[in-house]
């Protein structure tokens, strides 16, 4: 059965999974880069980006584990771009360029419809509007038995967790503090939903936290 998973998620010390103020020159809000510093030096991420060789080890190992056997992609609209409110035309296609980093059916919830966006590199953005459970079920139908990955940002990932539907989520915690932002637990009370810390280590970049939620 296909699993809802959520890897590489870096949050601040205080909590926050983005910065305030999300903009075209702040795609994680002000101050939210330093949250993915760990992960901008490994091989992984390197390879993605068409950069240098990278770093291998423990930051390098959990980021190459969240691209293993994912067969479609949820995001939030404001993972996908900045833009609020009613699309202004068709011209923002994501952040990534002709080529996204997903090469699977990604699909995007928002209150505002838009039709389907074919990207290089077998990446397709779908947009639904018809809620979580609603994109979950379609995500599962394209994953076609592989597991569905739950990229964010917060406010979404902070819907899948409320309703217990993530069954494994690892989070990079930072050593930065941010203040303000989006806060990830504020108000989940995640042990009551039966989550639990099933792993855990530490680089010199990162704490790295696995939670899973009990059977
Ligand atoms: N720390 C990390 O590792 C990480 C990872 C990914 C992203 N981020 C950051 O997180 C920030 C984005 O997070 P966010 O919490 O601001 O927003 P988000 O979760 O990306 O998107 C929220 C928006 O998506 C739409 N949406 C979400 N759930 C919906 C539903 N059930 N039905 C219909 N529409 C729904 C709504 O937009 P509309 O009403 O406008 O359609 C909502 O305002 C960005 O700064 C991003 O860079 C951080």
């Keep these: 059965m296909s699993k809802l998973r959520v ?4 949050i601040s010390l205080d909590g926050f999974g983005a910065g305030p103020h999300q903009d ?7 101050g939210g880069m330093g949250l993915h510093e760990w992960v901008f030096g490994t091989r992984t991420f390197q ?4 950069g240098e060789v990278g770093t291998t080890g423990v930051d390098d190992d959990f980021a190459a584990r969240g691209f293993a056997n994912i067969g479609a992609w ?7 771009g900045p833009i609020r409110g009613p699309w202004p035309d068709d011209t923002w296609k994501g952040w990534w360029g002709d080529n996204p980093p997903y090469h699977t059916p990604v699909f995007v919830l928002t ?3 838009r039709a389907s966006i074919t990207m290089e590199g077998g990446t397709v953005f779908h947009f639904v509007t018809e809620g979580i459970h609603a994109a979950l079920k379609r995500a599962t139908e394209a994953a076609n038995g592989k597991d569905i990955r739950l990229g964010g940002g917060v406010a979404t990932i ?10 494994e989520m690892h989070l990079a915690i930072a050593p930065v503090l941010l203040g303000s932002g989006e806060h990830l637990f504020s108000g989940i009370d995640a042990a009551k939903l039966g ?5 855990h280590m530490a680089t010199a970049s990162a ?7 009990r059977g």
């Design 7 to 10: 890897h590489s998620f870096s």
């Design 24 to 30: 075209l020159a702040n795609p994680l809000g002000v």
């Design 47 to 50: 390879q993605m980006h068409g």
């Design 74 to 80: 949820i995001l939030g609209r404001y993972m996908f």
């Design 111 to 113: 209150n505002h419809p």
């Design 158 to 167: 902070r819907q899948y967790l409320s309703a217990a539907l993530i069954d």
């Design 195 to 199: 989550y639990q810390c099933s792993g």
């Design 207 to 213: 704490t790295h936290i696995v939670l899973t939620r």
